[in-house]
């Protein structure tokens, strides 16, 4: 079974940064797609970014120039640097394994509990 865990959570205030991650211990991450997903109370879980297997990346208009996703291979760990925080990010937020990025999304990975992220003054 695929599992990923995530770290990097907190509480911040806004315009502050984070750096979330999201390891494997089971599997190579470099063969996959990994995308970063956030749900807020209330709310349908959301896609934030995707990163597929050639390194190319992809952002939910609502981060995009602020969040940054990478990958390091060697670590088998996905990043998702967050910057200049606002409080409508705040929420859970969570990784999964897929083929691709993109329409072709297809959650290969269990679902872990996710990291909260607070962005509060």
């Known amino acids: 079974q695929l599992q990923l865990v995530e770290s990097g959570g907190g509480l911040v205030q806004p315009g502050g940064s984070l750096r979330l991650s999201c390891a494997a211990s089971t599997f190579t991450l470099e063969h996959y797609a990994v995308g970063w997903f956030r749900q807020a109370p209330g709310k349908e879980r959301e896609e934030v970014s995707c990163i597929s297997v050639s390194g190319r990346t992809s952002y939910a208009d609502s981060v995009k120039g602020r969040f940054t996703i990478s990958r390091d291979n060697a670590k088998n760990t996905i990043y998702l640097q967050l910057n200049t925080l606002e409080p409508e990010d705040a929420a859970v937020y969570s990784c999964?394994?897929?083929?691709?990025?993109?329409?072709?999304?297809?959650?290969?990975?269990?679902w872990g509990q996710g990291t909260q992220v607070t962005v509060s003054s």
């Open positions: 999964a394994a897929s083929g691709v990025c993109g329409t072709g999304f297809f959650v290969l990975s269990s």
